[in-house]
């Protein structure tokens, strides 16, 4: 069965950086693009862009242009998320999820990332 | 980007009733050559990830009872629970993939009466 395993919560200090990871199994990684989603309370569900398995090509939503950078490894069937110069309104949960034209019928159990000083 | 709005933010519900909620969308997610509507539902209970339940704004995914139907098209979409059931207790989310990026609406959550 399908399966997309996220990496642990992470506490970063404002200014650092974390990268969240996205374990797929149960299909052929490289037939399908990840997508990452960021969820919080006060703006809900926010589409931050996706990642060709295959290729390495890369979307960002503008809003996310220089926050985000999405990365894959093949040989480990991995997908990873880069966040940068963080401040507390980064804080939220991060979902990775298959892209099916651009609905998503698998999503990752979530990270929670929470930036404090 | 498109603006997708959810109505009501919140409903209280007794089991067994019938339900809809609305969800709408600042510009025609049909697409005129193939008559799609690009439009998803997804239920998300507490502490898990959002489910998709419909996609196409009306094709209910496999193993989703069928009391969850979807409708509309256009600008203007429900999402119907012919007889809620405590299982259905939940936020929805409407979503849109017609543009890049897809936006997602804010939520209806449906509470216990």
């Known amino acids: 069965q399908v399966q997309l395993q996220q990496s642990g919560a992470e506490l970063a200090k404002p200014g650092s950086s974390v990268k969240i990871s996205c374990k797929a199994s149960g299909y052929t990684f490289t037939s399908y693009d990840i997508s990452w989603i960021k969820q919080t309370t006060g703006q809900g569900l926010e589409y931050i862009g996706y990642i060709n398995t295959g290729s390495g090509g890369t979307y960002y939503n503008e809003k996310f242009k220089g926050k985000a950078t999405l990365t894959v490894d093949k040989s480990s069937s991995t997908a990873f998320m880069q966040l940068s110069s963080l401040t507390p309104e980064d804080t939220a949960v991060y979902y990775c999820?298959?892209?099916?034209?651009?609905?998503?019928?698998?999503w990752g159990q979530g990270t929670l990332v929470t930036v404090s000083s | 980007d498109i603006v997708m709005t959810q109505t009501p933010s919140s409903q209280a519900v007794s089991a067994g009733e019938k339900v809809t909620m609305s969800c709408k969308s600042s510009?025609?997610?049909?697409?005129?050559?193939?008559?799609?509507?690009?439009l998803a539902w997804y239920q998300q209970k507490p502490g898990q990830s959002p489910k998709l339940l419909i996609s196409?704004?009306?094709t209910r995914e496999s193993g989703v009872p069928d009391r969850f139907i979807g409708s509309g098209s256009g600008t203007d979409f429900t999402l119907t629970i012919s007889s809620v059931q405590a299982e259905d207790l939940a936020v929805y989310y409407c979503?849109?993939?017609?543009?890049?990026?897809?936006?997602f609406g804010g939520g209806t959550k449906l509470e216990l009466k």
């Open positions: 196409w704004a009306s």
């Open positions: 979503e849109q993939y017609y543009d890049t990026p897809p936006t």
């Open positions: 510009q025609s997610l049909l697409y005129s050559e193939n008559k799609k509507n690009y």
């Open positions: 999820a298959r892209s099916e034209e651009d609905w998503f019928a698998y």
